[in-house]
T-cell receptor, first 113, second 114 residues
């Protein structure tokens, strides 16, 4: 099992550019989520999904879109990148219900100039 | 408004001693609480969890205590080892119909000094 994979590992964008961060899991987990980690802020939930076709907003959804067409994939789209979106992004997956232990990917470090 | 708080950004402990990491929450609807550990340049990894119907859960050197009336939980690591040096995140989860989401605190950086 590869677990949770994220691509790319690093990315530099210019303000206004768009891009998609990829996330895939091979554990057949229903629950997938995207977080961003900023200094002093911990992990903040951007969007999450409890199954294919079902997504919902987290704490900081503005400027990001998600879709879940398959169980395995949960891409995060930045529509028009802004410097405030400079962060480290983590994708996670887990089983829905119960304590909801999540498995995290290695992260994508994004810099927006 | 931050629903999960970790008021100590950092903590230093001697090897072999006890490490106590604290977490406070504001939402009484949270059902589960989890602790994650994170090393630099890696994703967080799950450590231990506790249900709101319990007040203690133990797993090897790690014990989590929950005080619902005070909306407070703590993670005890005994004995602390240098490999425990990492950032520890407290997280809380609320069950809402069939959907759920997890809210993380800002983290506490633990340094275990050999």
């Amino acid at each position: 099992n590869a677990g949770v994979t994220q691509t790319p590992k690093f990315q530099v964008l210019k303000t206004g550019q768009s891009m998609t961060l990829q996330c895939a899991q091979d554990m057949n987990h229903e629950y997938m989520s995207w977080y961003r980690q900023d200094p002093g802020m911990g992990l903040r939930l951007i969007h999450y999904s409890v199954g294919a076709g079902i997504t919902d907003q987290g704490e900081v959804p503005n400027g990001y879109n998600v879709s879940r067409s398959t169980t395995e994939d949960f891409p995060l789209r930045l529509l028009s990148a802004a410097p405030s979106q400079t962060s480290v992004y983590f994708c996670a997956s887990g089983t829905s219900g119960g304590p909801n232990e999540q498995f995290f990917g290695p992260g994508t470090r994004l810099t927006v100039l | 408004d931050q629903q999960v708080k970790q008021n100590s950004p950092s903590l230093s402990v001697q090897e072999g001693r006890i490490s106590i990491l604290n977490c406070d929450y504001t939402n009484s609807m949270f059902d589960y609480f989890l602790w994650y550990k994170k090393y630099p340049a890696e994703g967080p990894t799950f450590l231990i969890s506790i249900s709101s119907i319990k007040d203690k859960n133990e797993d090897g050197r790690f014990t989590v205590f929950l005080n619902k009336s005070a909306k407070h939980l703590s993670l005890h690591i005994v004995p602390s080892q240098p490999g425990d040096s990492a950032v520890y995140f407290c997280a809380a989860k609320r069950r809402r119909t069939s959907y759920d989401k997890v809210i993380f605190g800002p983290g506490t950086s633990l340094s275990v000094i050999p």
